[in-house]
């Protein structure tokens, strides 16, 4: 089993959420259709563009604390360092 670390975002530079999951593709399909009340669906962030897969759902969980931590900045980096035209990837993942 894998685990995911990701970011979703309303737009390129927009509002930002860092999330850990076990199934991203049904995560994300979450967040895009607004299933779930939150920080996510009030600021409609729900394109995929950035994620990184861990083995442990231990070793995500503190990811996903350490990035919640980072400054702005930083995240946008990270984003940009792998996908710097901030394309939506939840396309690309295995449904």
């Known amino acids: 089993m894998a685990f995911f670390v990701y ?4 737009a390129p530079n ?7 999951t076990d199934d991203l593709a049904r995560r ?36 996903e604390r350490q990035i919640k931590k980072w400054r702005r900045r930083w995240k946008l980096e990270l984003i940009e360092t792998g996908n710097p035209t901030w394309r939506d990837l939840y396309a ?4």
């Open 28 to 63: 994300v399909h979450e967040h895009r259709e607004k299933l779930r009340q939150g920080f996510a669906s009030q600021y409609r962030v729900s394109a995929l563009v950035w994620y990184e897969v861990h083995e442990t759902r231990e070793v995500a969980f503190q990811r």
């Open 14 to 20: 927009g509002t930002l959420y860092t999330g850990m």
């Open 7 to 10: 970011i979703v975002a309303s």
């Open 92 to 95: 690309t993942l295995q449904l």
